[in-house]
């Protein structure tokens, strides 16, 4: 079993006996030992995957590393973000997903109008089982706990992943304030509701329908 763990705030280190992962392709900055790169079509889904990105318009390219010692991955200096999966789906922005362990099973899973307020199409990415997944962020991410009858609504361009039986719907933030320029200027947001974790950053992506 692949073993993640941060080397600052920045880097990933992933040790491996034999294991592999997956990675964001061009994100492995050193290693030591023995290591083998692959690169995977669609995303690690094959060609169902690379079909389905296509028609999405989501875009991952993704590398395969194998071997024995230890594997380090950057991307962008951004902050790294561990996530434990014991079963559950985690549902990441794939420019937010750097590294899973070769275990976990990724796809893409239809957002709706959630992907077009971000600007990032219809469909997410999602990873299902056990194991370790490292997310970025711009900045370090906080974890916000979704609860019955307490709804959380985030910034598109805020959001990076959630976890949990969490549902989705957006909402409008503009008011009559907004327009004369008292508002926030947040015209979408997404809120969600039940019971989950989600992780947002504390810096905004460019997103359609973001400031009004």
């Given at each position: 079993m692949a073993?993640f763990?941060?080397?600052?705030s920045?880097?990933?280190a992933v040790?491996m006996?034999g294991d592999?992962?997956k990675a964001?392709?061009?994100?492995?900055?050193?290693?030591?030992?023995q290591?083998?790169?692959?690169k995977l079509s669609?995303g690690?889904?094959?060609?169902?995957?690379?079909?389905?990105?296509r028609?999405t318009?989501e875009q991952?390219?993704?590398m395969?590393v194998?071997?024995?010692?230890?594997?380090y991955f950057?991307d962008?200096?951004?902050?790294i973000?561990l996530?434990?999966?014991?079963?559950e789906t985690?549902?990441?922005?794939s420019d937010n997903?750097?590294?899973?362990?070769g275990?976990?099973?990724?796809?893409?899973?239809f957002?709706?109008l959630?992907?077009?307020?971000s600007?990032?199409?219809?469909?997410?990415?999602?990873?299902?089982?056990?194991g370790?997944a490292?997310?970025?962020s711009?900045g370090?991410a906080?974890?916000l706990r979704?609860?019955?009858?307490m709804?959380?609504?985030v910034d598109?361009?805020a959001?990076?992943?959630h976890?949990?039986n969490?549902?989705r719907?957006?909402k409008?933030?503009a008011?009559w304030t907004?327009?004369i320029?008292?508002?926030?200027g947040?015209?979408?947001?997404?809120?969600f509701?039940?019971?989950?974790?989600v992780?947002v950053?504390?810096?905004?992506k460019?997103?359609?329908?973001?400031?009004?």
């Open positions: 073993q763990r941060l080397q600052g920045k880097t990933l040790d006996t592999g992962v964001r392709n061009g994100s492995m900055v050193a290693y030591s030992g290591m083998s790169f692959k669609g690690g889904d094959g060609l169902r995957g690379m079909v389905t990105r028609l318009g991952m390219t993704v395969e194998k071997g024995q010692g230890t594997c950057a962008k200096a951004t902050e973000n996530v434990r999966l014991n079963g985690l549902y990441v922005e997903l750097l590294c899973t362990e275990t976990l099973r990724t796809g893409t899973t957002t709706g959630n992907g077009i307020s600007g990032n199409g219809l469909f997410t990415t999602k990873v299902e089982g056990s370790w490292a997310v970025t711009k370090p906080i974890i979704v609860t019955q009858g709804p959380l609504r598109p361009g959001y990076v992943a976890t949990g969490l549902s719907s957006l409008s933030g008011g907004t327009f320029g008292e508002g926030g947040e015209a979408v947001q997404v809120e509701s039940g019971e989950g974790l992780y950053q504390p810096s905004e460019l997103t359609v329908g973001g400031d009004v």
